[in-house]
């Protein structure tokens, strides 16, 4: 007799950043996340210059070794060489479902991805004021916030998971230079992640960040960097998995934010 499944097991990593020499690097992670995880979230920075050789290398290290769904967003690494739609081809070959303003579900478990943008947080926000290219820059993080919340808003699901490059909160890139702060994130993205009571966030990009925070209304918030990872567990293979309880509630009515208490994930490291 199976037993109903109680928890689904969300493996989060980011920046990966393959190179041209990654064949084989990453193989023995993937199938460790296979056997010990439900799903793969991968939060951008797939390939190091933005090149459709290193999309390629990634490529065959997930064919060889994934057994579990992987979804992802792109990081503004994947732009470098003005090529992030051959990429994007070629993980999406490789059985990747990216997200980029788009919606899915899982066991019941709503996931929405963006890449998101920078901007800064908080008061030190840039504000869409003076020339035209700071309108441009500021008007970029604005379309990736409504993007999210537009994904947000079709599930249907209880449980929510974004799915992000950029940070939505100052707490998980501390750590980093301060004067960097305004290039690893916006808390525009914080905004529709509050509204829609998002169960949990995943986001990589800054590298030297915090790996935990959380948004003012709460919402837990993981940097899944891989190169902060291994700092902060050197002893564990780089990569978080998150429990998130499956209930058997029924769902909020669609285009509603939800209300009443959210279930904590339970947290562990792989
Ligand atoms: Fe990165
Ligand atoms: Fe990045």
Redesign the pocket.
């Known amino acids: 007799m199976t037993l109903p499944k109680t928890h689904l097991r969300v493996a989060a990593i980011g920046?990966l950043?393959a190179s041209r020499h990654s064949q084989g690097a990453f193989q023995p992670l993937f199938a460790q996340i296979s056997a010990n995880a439900d799903v793969l979230l991968l939060c951008g920075?797939f390939t190091d210059y933005g090149l459709p050789d290193e999309a390629r290398i990634l490529a065959r290290e997930l064919t060889a070794a994934i057994t579990v769904p992987v979804l992802g967003v792109l990081?503004n690494?994947e732009y470098e060489a003005g090529k992030p739609h051959e990429i994007r081809e070629i993980l999406a070959d490789a059985g990747v479902t990216l997200l980029d303003g788009e919606a899915t579900e899982l066991h019941g478990v709503g996931f929405a991805g963006v890449k998101g943008f920078a901007g800064g947080f908080g008061r030190g926000a840039l504000g869409p004021w003076g020339e035209h290219i700071i309108k441009q820059f500021v008007q970029e993080a604005v379309d990736e916030a409504l993007k999210l919340e537009t994904a947000l808003a079709r599930l249907r699901t209880r449980q929510r998971v974004a799915v992000l490059h950029y940070s939505p909160i100052q707490a998980t890139v501390e750590g980093e230079p301060v004067e960097i702060f305004p290039y690893l994130g916006s808390s525009r993205l914080e905004e529709p992640i509050n509204r829609y009571r998002v169960t949990a966030v995943f986001h990589?990009?800054a590298?030297r960040g915090r790996p935990e925070g959380r948004t003012s209304a709460g919402v837990p918030v993981y940097n899944v960097?891989m190169p902060l990872l291994t700092r902060v567990n050197p002893d564990r293979p780089p990569y978080l998995i998150v429990e998130l309880p499956l209930t058997a509630d029924a769902p909020p009515p669609a285009s509603q934010p939800p209300t009443g208490t959210l279930a904590e994930p339970i947290v562990r490291t792989a």
């Open positions: 920046d950043h920075d990081g690494h990589g990009h590298h960097a």
